[in-house]
C-alpha cells in the first residue's frame, strides 16, 4: 500500500518562497515518477512538475518554469517542490502523486495520490 503525505503549505505574500514536502511510505520508491499538481478554487487540477526516479528527467508547466524546482532524494523516500517568487496566481490545494514508470503531464496517468497542502499567496 503506497501513502504520500504533503506539508509545507502556508499562507505568504506575492514574491516569498515555500518548499513542499512529500513523504512516500511503501517499497520500491525508485519504481516511480513523481509529480506535483495543483487545484485553485473553482479550477480543474492542474500539473505542475514531474521527476523520474533518477532526477535525470525533469519537467515544468511553462507557468512554474524559472520558479520552481522539483528533487527527490530517494534515500529518505521524500519529493520536494521548492517555489520561489510566488505570485497570487499560485495559491491552490498542492498534491503529490506518483506513477510507475517514466515521467508524464496528465493526472489521469499518475496511480497515488496524497490528499494535499494549502498554499496561499497574497498580494
Known amino acids: 500500500q503506497k501513502q504520500l503525505v504533503e506539508s509545507g503549505g502556508g499562507s505568504v505574500q506575492a514574491g516569498s518562497s515555500l518548499r513542499l514536502s512529500c513523504a512516500y511510505s511503501?517499497?520500491?520508491?525508485?519504481?516511480?515518477?513523481m509529480g506535483w499538481f495543483r487545484q485553485a478554487p473553482g479550477k480543474e487540477r492542474e500539473f505542475v512538475a514531474t521527476?523520474?526516479?533518477?532526477?535525470?528527467?525533469?519537467n515544468y508547466a511553462e507557468s512554474v518554469k524559472g520558479r520552481f524546482t522539483i528533487s527527490r532524494d530517494n534515500t529518505k523516500k521524500m519529493v520536494y517542490l521548492q517555489m520561489n517568487g510566488l505570485k497570487p496566481e499560485d495559491t491552490a490545494v498542492y498534491y503529490c502523486?506518483?506513477?510507475?514508470?517514466?515521467?508524464?503531464?496528465?493526472?489521469?496517468?499518475?496511480?497515488?495520490w496524497g490528499q494535499g497542502t494549502q498554499v496561499t499567496v497574497s498580494s
Open positions: 511503501g517499497r520500491s520508491f525508485t519504481s516511480y515518477a
Open positions: 521527476i523520474n526516479w533518477s532526477s535525470a528527467n525533469l
Open positions: 502523486a506518483a506513477r510507475l514508470g517514466a515521467i508524464a503531464d496528465y493526472e489521469v496517468m499518475y496511480d497515488y
